[in-house]
């Protein structure tokens, strides 16, 4: 007989092709509802700014190794003694891996949380429920940047424009109830945070300056991104074509391009001429695939 446990991560029943026949699931179950039931009233209206769910990394990834996210919460509207979240994400994305962080191990008195659960719904998205202490003897502490999941995702689809996760209320398929995104204060007050949309950057090597993707950074780039500028000419690189690496592109580029090629000014800065790496600058320019890089 298996070890049980209140904290885990697993994937949707019904997409296992089981119902909740085993006595361990049942009593997961239960100890769920008894635990949520204790804090249940209804939500204030509107979404606080007190409490706030959001992701971290907007880290870039590349087509073929999968980016870690952070499901994160700032509350300093009040400690929390628990919260359910569902996290979508769009039709490019997979979610692969799901876990919980540290918010979800350590304030239980030192100790992980009485319950804590992650389902993984394959194609559709991830929910999470955790009690921090079913007596609410010890509490989620008021504070900025608590880590409440860790997830992790694989690009299925183009990269462009750039995927998105997001916080949601969702009746996944196989589930056989709503999953709601919420926060519950001491005393069973739930509320209703406010929640922000995660944008997941993904970054292409390439060579800063080389705007026509000829290999070379010289006059040619220069003339080229005058061209895009003012005729409308397709940017095959916003990175590439960002010289002066400030997170835009405008004629400030195409003039430091200008002077560059002539020595008045200095070479655009890394992943500059001989080199071909990813952007070290964390900006909302895509580049798609810069097809001179070896």
């Not at 009593?27 to 959001?54: H, K, N, R």
Request: with cysteine; proline share 9%; aromatic share 8%.
């Amino acid at each position: 007989m298996g070890r049980f446990s209140l904290s885990g991560t697993e994937q949707s029943p019904r997409a296992r092709g089981c119902g909740f026949g085993n006595p361990f699931q049942v009593v997961a179950l239960a100890l769920m509802v008894w635990g949520l039931a204790l804090m249940a009233s209804p939500a204030i209206p509107g979404q606080s700014s007190d409490f706030v769910l959001y992701f971290d990394s907007v880290g870039a990834f590349t087509p073929e190794i999968p980016v870690t996210v952070r499901a994160l919460i700032d509350n300093p509207g009040g400690p929390l003694a628990g919260w359910s979240i569902a996290v979508c994400h769009d039709e490019r994305l997979e979610i692969v891996g799901a876990g919980p962080g540290q918010a979800v191990l350590i304030h239980n008195g030192g100790q992980s949380a009485d319950f804590s659960n992650i389902v993984i719904f394959p194609g559709a998205g991830v929910r999470q429920g955790v009690v921090i202490d079913f007596m609410s003897t010890h509490l989620l502490p008021a504070d900025l940047g608590h880590e409440v999941a860790i997830l992790q995702y694989a690009l299925v689809g183009n990269p462009l424009p750039k995927p998105q996760v997001s916080y949601c209320n969702q009746l996944f398929p196989g589930d056989f109830s709503l999953s709601e995104t919420l926060v519950v204060a001491p005393g069973g007050v739930a509320i209703d945070p406010t929640t922000v949309v995660g944008i997941l950057g993904l970054k292409f090597p390439f060579t800063r300056g080389d705007a026509n993707q000829d290999g070379r950074v010289d006059l040619a780039d220069g003339i080229g991104l005058l061209g895009i500028l003012m005729m409308g000419e397709p940017v095959l690189c916003e990175d590439a074509c960002d010289h002066n690496d400030d997170g835009s592109f405008n004629f400030a580029d195409a003039i430091a391009s200008l002077h560059s090629s002539f020595g008045n000014a200095p070479a655009p800065p890394p992943p500059g001429l001989g080199s071909c790496d990813q952007d070290p600058t964390e900006d909302l320019l895509n580049c798609g695939d810069y097809g001179t890089c070896p």
